[in-house]
């Protein structure tokens, strides 16, 4: 039997125990990540529409001291995102049939609006908040849209907007999520298209990349282009240096809209 220094051999074993932890939970990350880079969608939608699958994400909006749009856009983007590779939607987690039935049916979204005591009562629902410069989002773990928690099927975001803001150039090593600004999407929908496009930034990364985003809780930044920067980053999707969000179609904008489109960035 190996022998250790007085009062090092617990030292020893907590890095033994830490790196192994470490390991496995990266084992984790590159299982979760794979079923991701797989894709999205293949299954048509059930007869019933009770039955069709959505994820629901809500927005903190106060009446007093709303945030800033673009960084509730950020907020929305990087909870979606950390919800689809959190640990408890991979093998044998508590979210992952709940979630893989959605991943595997088309992917809709639907955001909602918060405020007070609603807001307090739907972070007790399964999901992941994000706060980014004061602006918090939760996205949920999905599920049938006729079994939504009544905590969440209560709250509505109809009417609900932000003044367009312009917070200046974004960090360069983050990913920049470009927003079609011709469109003049809702607040809403805007918030359901930048998920889409951090789930698909991604899946569309190297696991490595995707790890060292995951370490920087997948920060993004939201920023809108007019349509002579949308016809540069069209021309990056079709070199596949940035990854787009084609739109179905079901609210606000016509069935093949490019909505978002997602550059990577320096990991």
């Known amino acids: 039997m190996a022998s250790f220094p007085e009062g090092t051999a617990g030292v020893r074993d907590s890095g033994d125990a830490a790196e192994a932890e470490l390991s496995t939970g990266i084992a984790g990350f590159r299982i979760r990540h794979a079923e991701l880079a797989r894709g999205y969608g293949g299954l048509g939608d059930p007869e019933d529409p009770a039955m069709v699958q959505a994820m629901q994400m809500v927005l903190h909006i106060p009446k007093i001291d709303p945030p800033r749009r673009g960084a509730l856009l950020e907020a929305a ?41 609603q807001w307090l009562a739907a972070n007790e629902v399964d999901g992941v908040t994000v706060e980014v410069d004061g602006a918090q989002a939760r996205a949920f773990v999905p599920g049938r849209v006729g079994e939504v928690d009544l905590r969440i099927r209560r709250l509505q975001i109809n009417g609900t907007d932000l003044e367009h803001d312009d917070p200046g150039p974004a960090d360069p090593d983050l990913p920049v999520l470009w927003v079609n600004a011709k469109l003049g999407m809702t607040l809403g929908k805007a918030a359901a298209q930048v998920g889409h496009a951090s789930m698909l ?31 540069s980053l069209c021309e990056q999707v079709s070199r596949g240096q940035a990854v787009a969000v084609r739109d179905a179609g079901f609210t606000e904008v016509a069935p093949g809209s490019m909505t978002v489109i997602a550059v990577p960035g320096q990991y």
Do not use: N
Request: glycine letters at 6%; proline letters at 3%; hydrophobic letters at 45%.
């Open 77 to 117: 983007a990087a909870a979606t995102v950390a919800l689809c590779l959190d640990e408890r939607v991979g093998p044998d987690g508590e979210w992952e049939q709940r979630f893989l039935a959605w991943k595997r049916s088309r992917i809709r979204k639907v955001a909602r609006r918060a405020r007070g005591a």
């Open 201 to 231: 930034l991604a899946g569309a990364l190297t696991v490595d990349e995707a790890l060292r985003w995951s370490q920087r809780e997948f920060r993004c930044a939201v920023r809108e282009s007019g349509p002579e920067q949308w016809a």
